[in-house]
């Protein structure tokens, strides 16, 4: 039966949508690519170590993929621009590279801080 109130989104309420206004803002943040954001979030902090982890790793490679094409338009114009850039497109391939270890560290329950770089870590305990 047709009901126009859910079809507008109307008096929808989150347990039908299985998402929360809390989880699109998380979301928003996430495609954004503002991964040292994401502790300021109630959604965020909720999850189980390996969700945040997880969140995390989406943020870095969205911020990744947007840095790389600013970079790619920066030094094809003067290759000497891309120098700060670059250090931090480096940084960050190594911070998804801990994210990535700790994926598979954190299941088998070996995943401990002494590990983990400390912003690594206090975005994902």
Known sequence: MFN???ESGENVTEEET???EKELDLDIEVRAGE???LKRFNAYKKRSRQG????TYQ???NRLNQLVAL?????RDEPTKGVRMLAELKHLRVIQD???NCLIWEPQGELEERMVPKEVWDLIR
């Open 59 to 61: 943020a870095v490679s």
């Open 4 to 6: 126009p109130e859910y």
């Open 98 to 100: 801990v994210l990535l």
């Open 18 to 20: 299985g998402f929360s």
């Open 35 to 37: 991964w040292q954001n």
């Open 71 to 75: 970079y790619y338009k920066l030094v």
């Open 52 to 55: 945040k982890i997880i969140v």
